[in-house]
């Protein structure tokens, strides 16, 4: 069956009020181009380096903005609405990075909150620490659609490809990958990583991404892409702005890239044996 999937690039700032009109206005051009299932960005609701001030406007899941706004638009157009992620608020004062899946009765099909805590120190003095906002998750998530089984992921969750391997075994077909990469990492492994997920898992691969120079001062890679099991783009955004991507497809593509190459059925288990170091011998 072929079905029209769309990726929604954003450059989203520091209102929430704000970020959500942009994601309302592309998520409608999006299905006014056909599109039945929609995505849009890593934390799309807001991007802040300022923990105070992230922290005065966050908000629990069923008071937060992004989700009722996504709800909402689910329900008028009769689609799917994927929040790539957004910060939530936790019952204990800490906060989740959390993608919300909406469908197209509004209510919430499934929420995943991102595994793999950014904590990294790049070249030029950047330097992220998201562990120190944000709690990680600690569950994989696949979940059936009308059109194929999805597995998530969020960002950084892409150099980690046990989970996308554990999604694809539990028969994900399509694989969702909301990301905020910085200009530095994008340039340097950004789509490489994304053809080798779809690849090595024969599975469809939706991104959606934060693209330019932000309100908080981060510059972010953009790039947005689709990409199909045989690790081809099938659409892709520019690295600054806003966009709406969208391509056409069919889950029969999975099976048979998996009939050609199947290595989900061919994996094996194995041992790994250190060998003891050779002891140079003396003439």
């Known amino acids: 069956m072929m079905v029209k999937v769309a990726a929604v690039q954003m450059c989203s700032g520091m209102s929430v009020e704000r970020n959500v009109a942009?994601?309302?206005?592309?998520?409608?051009?999006?299905?006014?181009?056909?599109?039945?299932?929609?995505?849009?960005?890593?934390?799309?609701?807001?991007?802040?380096?300022?923990?105070?001030?992230?922290?005065?406007?966050?908000?629990?899941?069923?008071?937060?903005?992004?989700?009722?706004?996504a709800a909402s638009l689910a329900r008028e157009l009769g689609i799917h609405v994927h929040v790539g992620s957004t910060a939530i608020l936790l019952d204990d004062g800490k906060v989740a990075n959390r993608g919300l899946l909406f469908g197209p009765d509004g209510l919430l099909v499934t929420r995943y909150d991102k595994i793999h805590m950014f904590d990294v120190d790049l070249d030029n003095g950047e330097s992220w620490r998201e562990s120190a906002t944000y709690r990680p998750g600690e569950e994989a998530?696949?979940?059936?659609?009308?059109?194929?089984?999805?597995?998530?992921?969020?960002?950084?969750?892409?150099?980690?490809?046990?989970?996308?391997?554990?999604?694809?075994?539990a028969g994900a077909q399509i694989m969702t990958l909301p990301a905020a990469f910085t200009r530095q990492t994008g340039e340097a492994h950004w789509e490489i990583l994304l053809r080798a997920r779809a690849i090595e898992n024969g599975a469809f691969l939706i991104a959606a991404a934060q693209a330019g120079l932000h309100e908080d001062g981060r510059e972010t890679f953009g790039h947005s892409m689709i990409i199909d099991p045989?690790?081809?783009v099938l659409a892709s955004a520019g690295g600054t702005g806003e966009a709406v991507i969208t391509a056409d497809i069919d889950i029969a593509a999975v099976g048979a890239a998996r009939a050609k190459i199947p290595n989900l059925r061919n994996a094996r288990d194995f041992n790994i044996k250190q060998d003891e170091p050779v002891q140079a011998q003396v003439a």
Do not use: N
């Not at 006014?32 to 807001?46: L, S």
């Not at 009308?146 to 892409?158: K, L, N, Q, S, W």
């Open 22 to 69: 942009s994601m309302e206005r592309l998520v409608r051009e999006a299905h006014a181009a056909g599109a039945v299932y929609v995505q849009t960005p890593e934390m799309t609701g807001a991007l802040m380096r300022d923990k105070s001030g992230l922290r005065t406007i966050l908000r629990p899941e069923d008071t937060d903005l992004v989700a009722a706004s």
């Open 230 to 232: 045989w690790g081809r």
């Open 141 to 169: 998530r696949v979940t059936d659609l009308p059109f194929g089984r999805m597995g998530f992921a969020i960002c950084y969750d892409v150099r980690f490809p046990q989970l996308f391997r554990a999604e694809a075994l």
